[in-house]
């Protein structure tokens, strides 16, 4: 396994790599968990070279952000990704990727990402999508690899690839969960004991939903809420947002008909965590489930 921090030798290892060969990127800020394998698991299956890249993004976090405490773990994350069979770890420094001239930036515009986590987090998706650009510039992969927890931003990132034309395939895996249902993110490691007991009710209340929507439910405004009312009882737990959306729009349903994404975003201690549910009314969430597995499972693999 190749660790690489300078773009030109990036760019000059890829293209070394020619067709048929293809080459899966999964890009990251560190910090691995589960989430993170699962994702680099399903590139080196699909693709004959993967790509890994490390870098926390300082563009993407605004004032009063954890940037500077963000979880940093480069060692261990180069273990595991040789671990993983991973062909390049690329992590670049922040003057590598932003010089101190830097001023270009993709700015995403429309509801899409002025909404949810795009108003709680002014400037968020931009930063986003200007790594990523840089990243798929570098790297140039034919897959690219997302984790479905970050649902707004798996939305982002196919608009930015798909309107500027990007020869990338954006694949997207399911949110991997502790046993007791808390998504895997690396901002878990903030939490104390307390705290981290305070957090499943994040994916508590989003099951909560799921029943309410399978029990008849069907007005979205009494669902939201509902779960303001579960969240307030946790007393560690303030709530930033929650919402009953369109999947493929985010905009608000007026009611429930067929599939809904619920998603929230809860401050517990240092930690701002988010998480989402696709809800269908009408039929249970594991059939649901079962039919995306199995689209999933149907994407060609690379030979
Ligand atoms: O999801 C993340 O870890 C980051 O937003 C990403 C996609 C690596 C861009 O910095």
Same mark, same amino acid.
């Given at each position: ?160 690839? !798909?309107? %500027?034309? &990007? ?5 997207? @895996?399911?949110?991997?969960?502790? +046993?007791?249902?808390?998504?895997? *993110? ?88 988010? !998480?989402? %549910?696709? &809800? ?5 969430? @594991?059939?649901?489930?079962?039919? +995306?597995?199995?689209?999933?499972? *149907? ?5």
């Amino acid at each position: 396994m190749r660790l690489i921090k300078e773009i030109s030798q990036m760019k000059d290892c890829r293209k070394k790599i020619k067709a048929p060969q293809t080459v899966g990127l999964v890009p990251t800020m560190g910090a691995f968990h589960e989430g993170h394998l699962s994702l680099i698991r399903k590139a080196r299956q699909q693709c004959d070279k993967v790509v890994v890249s490390i870098f926390v993004n300082r563009i993407q976090f605004g004032k009063g952000d954890d940037y500077q405490r963000y979880p940093r773990n480069l060692s261990e994350d180069i273990s595991l990704s040789e671990k993983e069979g991973v062909d390049v770890v690329f992590a670049p420094s922040l003057e590598e990727m932003y010089p101190q001239d830097y001023s270009t930036f993709v700015q995403v515009g429309g509801p899409l990402s002025s909404t949810l986590e795009g108003a709680s987090r002014s400037g968020h998706f931009k930063g986003v999508a200007t790594v990523l650009i840089k990243l798929f510039n570098i790297v140039k992969p034919d897959f690219s690899y997302f984790g479905e927890k970050d649902y707004q931003q798996v939305l982002i990132v196919k608009k930015v690839v !798909d309107e %500027l034309n &990007l020869d990338t395939q954006i694949i997207v @895996l399911p949110t991997i969960r502790e +046993k007791d249902g808390l998504a895997l *993110s690396s901002r878990n490691s903030y939490l104390n004991k307390e705290e981290r007991k305070a957090a499943v009710i994040l994916y508590k209340a989003l099951e909560k939903a799921k029943l309410w929507i399978e029990e008849g439910e069907r007005n979205p405004f009494s669902i939201v809420s509902k779960i303001k009312d579960l969240i307030k009882k946790e007393s560690l737990a303030k709530l930033d947002y929650v919402a009953v959306v369109n999947p493929e729009t985010l905009e608000k349903v007026e009611d429930i008909k067929g599939e809904v994404l619920a998603l929230l975003a809860v401050s517990i201690g240092k930690a701002r965590l988010i !998480d989402n %549910l696709l &809800l269908i009314a009408g039929r249970s969430y @594991l059939e649901k489930k079962e039919k +995306k597995f199995s689209i999933e499972r *149907s994407i060609k693999k690379c030979e």
